[in-house]
C-alpha cells in the first residue's frame, strides 16, 4: 500500500511536479556517473601498475645464465614520456614480454601503435627509435592506448650500460606510484562534495510544497511514521531510477571517457567495469539515501501539521563569526609579504618544516573562516542595497537578501568552495611543474661515461654543438682502505676530488669574469667566492689519482695556483673545490670515469634536436638533464588533467544544482510574487529584484573566495620557493567558473514564476 500511495504522490503532483521528477532523476543520473568513474579509477591505476610490472625485465641472479641482454631508457620527447627497452642477444626459447609475440632482433622495433604511428610521420623519432617496425604491442603490455613504448633490437656490442635478464616481470611499483600519486582522492574530493550537493539539493527540491502536502495527510489522520515512509519510499523511487539511468550513462560514456585523455591519462575501458554485485549494491545505497534525504526534512511539519505553512524568520548572523577568516587572512598575507624576494640570482629557498606546517594551518583556517563569515558578510552586502538613495529593485533586493542570507549561501557554498579549490590547486600544480621543469638560462645535459661506449663516439658527441661544454671526472676512490690525510682532505679522498677541464675563453663566457690569470693547458685550483681563505680548501701540494683511458693512473698534484668563480656556476663544484686544468677534451683520455656537460639553449626544439643528434651517434647512450624530473612531470600532467576534469565536473554539477534550486526556490515564492502584481508592481520590476538579489550575493561570495583562493594559491606556490614571483593562474583558473556563475544567475533570475495574474492567484491572497 505505502508503495502504490507514494506512486500516485508522483503522478498527482501536476505540471511542477513533473518537472521536480525529471530535475530529481537527471541530477540523480548526473551524480551517479560522476561517482562511478571516481569508483572505477582505483581499478584503472591498478591495471596500470600491473602492465608495468609484467613487462619490467627480470634481472638475473649472480651465476645466472642470461636469456637476453637489456637496457632500458626513460626520456621525454616532445613533451611526453617515451620508454625504450633496448633489447640484444637474445636466447632461443626465451618467453616474450607481455603483449609482444616474439622479441626483436638487431635493427627491429615492436613499438605501441600510438609509437608505431609516430614512427611513421616523425624522421627525427625514427633516429631515437632506430630500426623498422616488425609488430606492435598488444593491449596487454600497455598501459594505456596512447603509450610511447617500444622494444628495440640492438647488436650487443651497441648497448651501453647492460644488464642480464632471464625473463619479465617485477614487483617494483614505486615509480608508478609516483607517478598516480593522489589521483584518485583529488578526483574524489573535487567531485563527490558538489555531487552531494546535488543530491541533497534535488531531495528537497519543493520542499515547503511537499510539507504542506504531507501535513494534509497528517490533518486526515494519516500516521506520522506512515507519512515518514511515504516520503522515503517517493524518495527512494526517484533514486532508484536515477541510479539506473546514471549506471546506463557511465555504461555508454566509459569508453568515450577513457579515450579522450580528459583525466590527463588514458585508460583501457573493458579493463575497469562494473559487475552485478557492485551495479545491485549501487542502486540500493543511491536508493537508500535519496529516501533519507527526501524525508529528512519533514518530521517537524509532520509533528505540527497546522502550523507547515507559516514562514519562520532566520536568525541574525553573528559577527563573531568573522574572527577565524580575520585571522587566517592576517596568517596568509603576512607570510606571503614578509617572504624575502630575489635573494640571489637562481637561489631557491624553501620555507622551513615549521614555517611549512603554520602556512598550511593559516591557509585552513582562512578556508574555514571564509564558509564560516560568508553569512555574516552577505548580511552586511544586504544591508549595503538597502539605503535609500538607490532604487526600489535594489532596495527590495537588499531587504529580500537580508532576510534570507543562510538560504541563499546553502545555494552558493558549492561555487564557493569549486572557486577555493580552483585557485588553491593552481598554485599546486604550478609549483610541480617548477619543480619538474628545468628552470634556468640553459638546459644542463650530462651525458655519463660507460665502459661499453667508444671512444669515437664519445668524441663525436662532444663535438656537438652547444653553448657551452665541458669534462668532467673524480679522483679514484680506494674503498679497500680509509683515506689518508686529516679534515678536508679525507672528505675529498672519500667522495673523490673533481677535475674539470674546459678551455679558458669558454670559462670566461661561462661565469662571465675576466680570469685574466687563465693560461692554456695550465693546472688550477677551481674556488667559489665563499671558499676562499676558509679552512674547507685543498691545500696545495695535496696529490690525488685520476684514472687514464690506458687504465693506468694519473697522479696530480693541488698547484698553489687559483681561479675563482661564482659560487653559482654551473660546474659541479664541491664544498672544498674542484681541480681545473685549461684545455678541451678530457685531460686523461675518455676513460669511464670521464663525464661530458653540456649547456643547451633553452627552446625544448633545441633539446630535442640535441637528443636527436646523440641517438644518431649511440642510440643507447643515456642523456641526462638536470632539473628534469620524469615522475614528478608525469605526475603533474596526471593531477593536471585529474584536477581539471574533476573542477569541470564539479563545477557542472555546482552550477546546475544553483540554477535548479533559484528556479525551484522562485517557484516556492508564487504567492509572494502573486501579491507583489496585485498591489501593481511591474514584471521587470520584480525580474529586476530577483536578479539583483541573485547578483548582489553571487558576487559577494564569489568575491570574498576568489580574494582567499588567490592569496592560498599563491602561498601553496612558495611553499618550496619563498622567492617566487606573484602568481596570475589562480585568478585565471577561476575566471571561467565567475563568468559563467554571473551568466546561470542572470538567466535564473529572469524567471518570473507568474506570467499573468490569475484570478486564483486574486483568490488565493
Known amino acids: 500500500m505505502t508503495v502504490r500511495l507514494a506512486l500516485r504522490l508522483l503522478r498527482g503532483g501536476g505540471r511542477s511536479g513533473v518537472l521536480r521528477l525529471v530535475l530529481v532523476i537527471c541530477g540523480i543520473a548526473l551524480g551517479v556517473v560522476a561517482s562511478c568513474l571516481v569508483a572505477v579509477l582505483p581499478g584503472v591505476l591498478d591495471n596500470r601498475a600491473e602492465v608495468m610490472n609484467a613487462r619490467d625485465p627480470q634481472p638475473a641472479a649472480d651465476g645466472q645464465d642470461h636469456l637476453f641482454v637489456f637496457s632500458p631508457a626513460v626520456d621525454v620527447w616532445k613533451g611526453q614520456r617515451l620508454g625504450r627497452l633496448f633489447i640484444a642477444d637474445v636466447r632461443p626459447g626465451t618467453a616474450a614480454a607481455p603483449g609482444v609475440e616474439r622479441l626483436p632482433g638487431p635493427a627491429e622495433v615492436v613499438a605501441s601503435p600510438a609509437l608505431a604511428a609516430a614512427l611513421r610521420s616523425d624522421p627525427e623519432l625514427r633516429t631515437v627509435v632506430p630500426g623498422h617496425v616488425i609488430g606492435e604491442i598488444k593491449p596487454s603490455g600497455l598501459v594505456d592506448q596512447h603509450e610511447l613504448f617500444a622494444y628495440v633490437g640492438v647488436a650487443v656490442d651497441e648497448v651501453t650500460e647492460p644488464h642480464d635478464g632471464v625473463g619479465f616481470g617485477t614487483y617494483d611499483t614505486l615509480t608508478l606510484k609516483k607517478q598516480q600519486t593522489g589521483l584518485t582522492q583529488s578526483l574524489a574530493l573535487l567531485v563527490l562534495p558538489p555531487v552531494v550537493a546535488y543530491l541533497v539539493v534535488c531531495g528537497r527540491l519543493a520542499s515547503a510544497t511537499r510539507a504542506r502536502r504531507y501535513s494534509a495527510l497528517r490533518l486526515i489522520g494519516v500516521r506520522s511514521d506512515t507519512a515518514l515512509r511515504l516520503a522515503f519510499v517517493e524518495s527512494a523511487i526517484l533514486g532508484i531510477a536515477g541510479a539506473l539511468l546514471g549506471i546506463l550513462l557511465f555504461e555508454l560514456l566509459h569508453p568515450l571517457l577513457a579515450e579522450s585523455n580528459a583525466l590527463g591519462f588514458t585508460w583501457f575501458a573493458q579493463n575497469a567495469r562494473f559487475g552485478p554485485v557492485a551495479t545491485t549494491l549501487l542502486v540500493i545505497a543511491v536508493g537508500v539515501t535519496a529516501g533519507l534525504v527526501g524525508s529528512a526534512g519533514l518530521r517537524r511539519s509532520l509533528a505540527r501539521p497546522l502550523t507547515a505553512r507559516v514562514d519562520v524568520a532566520e536568525p541574525k548572523p553573528r559577527p563573531f ?56 558578510i552577505i548580511a552586511a552586502s544586504a544591508r549595503l542595497l538597502s539605503v535609500a538613495r538607490l532604487p526600489l529593485s535594489v532596495r527590495m533586493a537588499g531587504s529580500r537578501l537580508a532576510l534570507q542570507p543562510a538560504t541563499t549561501l546553502r545555494l552558493l ?64 676512490v680506494d674503498f679497500s682502505a680509509p683515506p689518508a690525510g686529516d679534515g678536508v682532505v679525507a672528505q675529498a679522498r672519500a667522495a673523490g676530488y673533481r677535475l674539470v677541464t674546459i678551455n679558458c675563453s669558454s670559462l670566461r663566457q661561462l661565469v662571465r669574469m675576466p680570469l685574466t690569470e687563465c693560461r692554456s693547458g695550465e693546472t688550477y685550483r677551481l674556488t667559489g667566492t665563499e671558499m676562499v681563505g676558509t679552512a674547507f680548501e685543498i691545500p696545495p701540494g695535496t696529490e690525488f689519482d685520476f684514472a687514464r683511458a690506458d687504465g693506468g693512473k694519473e697522479l696530480v698534484k693541488v698547484p698553489e695556483q687559483r681561479l675563482v668563480v661564482p659560487d653559482d656556476a654551473p660546474f659541479p663544484i664541491q664544498a672544498f673545490g674542484a681541480l681545473y686544468i685549461a684545455t678541451d677534451g678530457p685531460a686523461f683520455g675518455w676513460s669511464k670515469e670521464v663525464s661530458s656537460s653540456f649547456l ?166
Open 321 to 376: 563569526l568573522l574572527l577565524p577568516l580575520i585571522f587566517g587572512f592576517g596568517a596568509v598575507s603576512f607570510l606571503l609579504l614578509s617572504a624575502p624576494q630575489n635573494v640571489a640570482r637562481g637561489t631557491r629557498l624553501a620555507m622551513s618544516d615549521t614555517t611549512a606546517y603554520v602556512a598550511i594551518g593559516a591557509v585552513a583556517i582562512m578556508l574555514l573562516g571564509l564558509l564560516l563569515g560568508l553569512r555574516p
Open 413 to 476: 557554498t558549492g561555487l564557493a568552495l569549486l572557486v577555493l579549490v580552483a585557485g588553491v590547486s593552481s598554485g599546486v600544480l604550478k609549483d610541480m611543474e617548477l619543480r619538474s621543469n628545468p628552470q634556468a638560462e640553459n638546459y644542463s645535459v650530462d651525458i655519463e661515461g660507460v665502459a661499453e661506449a667508444s671512444t669515437a663516439a664519445r668524441e663525436t658527441i662532444f663535438d656537438l654543438p652547444a653553448r657551452f661544454k665541458w669534462n668532467s671526472q673524480s679522483s679514484i
Open 600 to 765: 643547451v639553449e633553452p627552446d625544448p626544439q633545441k633539446l630535442t634536436d640535441f637528443k636527436t643528434a646523440v641517438a644518431r651517434i649511440a642510440p643507447t647512450m643515456k642523456v641526462r638533464v638536470w632539473g628534469e624530473d620524469l615522475d614528478l612531470m608525469e605526475l603533474v600532467r596526471n593531477q593536471r588533467g585529474v584536477i581539471s576534469f574533476g573542477v569541470f565536473v564539479g563545477f557542472l554539477v555546482a552550477i546546475i544544482a544553483f540554477g535548479v534550486a533559484v528556479i525551484d526556490h522562485a517557484t516556492e515564492r508564487r504567492r509572494d510574487v502573486a501579491v507583489l502584481m496585485v498591489v501593481g508592481m511591474r514584471k521587470r520590476t520584480i525580474r529586476a529584484i530577483q536578479i539583483t538579489q541573485l547578483l548582489a550575493a553571487l558576487v559577494t561570495v564569489l568575491t570574498a573566495s576568489a580574494i582567499a583562493s588567490y592569496l592560498a594559491g599563491n602561498l601553496a606556490l612558495r611553499l618550496n620557493d619563498v622567492n617566487r614571483d606573484w602568481y596570475a593562474g589562480p585568478l585565471d583558473a577561476m575566471a571561467p567558473f565567475l563568468v559563467s556563475s554571473l551568466v546561470v544567475a542572470v538567466v535564473t533570475g529572469s524567471f518570473v514564476v507568474v506570467r499573468r495574474l490569475r484570478s486564483e492567484d486574486l483568490k488565493r491572497e
